[in-house]
């Protein structure tokens, strides 16, 4: 009984770990925030776990109670990160005020690295002449979005 209950705490404790670790860690970074492979493949190792736990049936009594327990507590981790990162991360409202694609971006202000503001109409009247000497007389600023609904 205590090896069927060790693998059933064990099991929750992965669950509990991939759940947090999403959100403490795995986040930060696009490769597991945008495909979550890391936690799924610690949601795996929890439900391996719990399988063995209960293979064969916890005995009738507080071990049995403390398994159910934990089992029930481990899949309600597991749903809650589902719905959060595939269903209501995906809900979000889309922008109406976005600039479309290939139209012109609206003028705005911003500091570059050395705290100078720079405004878009203004690096767009000078040339980038200096850079390319084929492009004397033309323009051009590269903007790029991300999403952030982190």
Known sequence: MA?????????????????CSYYLYFSLYPVT???????LLLFAASALLLVLGWRPAPAPGIG???AVALSAASLLLLSAFLAQVYWLSYRLPSSAAAPEVGA????????DTS?????LSRL?????????????????ALLVFYRGYW
């Open 3 to 19: 090896r069927q209950t060790l693998f059933v705490t064990a099991g929750f404790l992965v669950a509990l770990s991939a759940f």
């Open 33 to 39: 925030r945008d495909v979550p492979w890391a936690n």
């Open 64 to 66: 049995r109670k403390i």
């Open 104 to 111: 012109p971006a609206p003028d705005f202000t911003l500091r």
């Open 115 to 119: 705290g100078t503001p720079r405004t």
């Open 124 to 140: 767009l009247a000078s040339p980038i002449g200096a850079l390319a000497p084929s492009g004397a007389g033309r323009s051009a």
